[in-house]
């Protein structure tokens, strides 16, 4: 699964706060860290917050319709014992 997270930002972000005379392996530090990055990320089998807010969704929608069937069940239950 593949997810857009701010691996630019994070990468920026601690080549700040690495000595300024490292440019001369800058490139070599950034490719690098941000392979790490991707493959650290992809191993914790991390969702999107689109994915996680459309799953929500569907998760509700289900459990709103499990719960009609129950009442349906119940009164088809009731029709019967009568």
Not at 30 to 36: H, I
């Amino acid at each position: 699964m593949k997810h857009e997270f701010k691996f630019e930002e994070i990468t920026r972000q601690v080549l700040e706060s690495l000595p300024s005379d490292i440019g001369k392996i800058q490139a070599d530090v950034e490719k690098n860290l941000k392979a790490t990055l991707q493959a650290t990320f992809s191993r914790f089998e991390l969702v999107s917050r689109e994915e996680f807010d459309i799953q929500t969704k569907l998760l509700s929608r289900t459990r709103a319709l499990v719960e009609e069937l129950e009442k349906k069940i119940d009164t088809l239950e009731q029709a019967r014992k009568s």
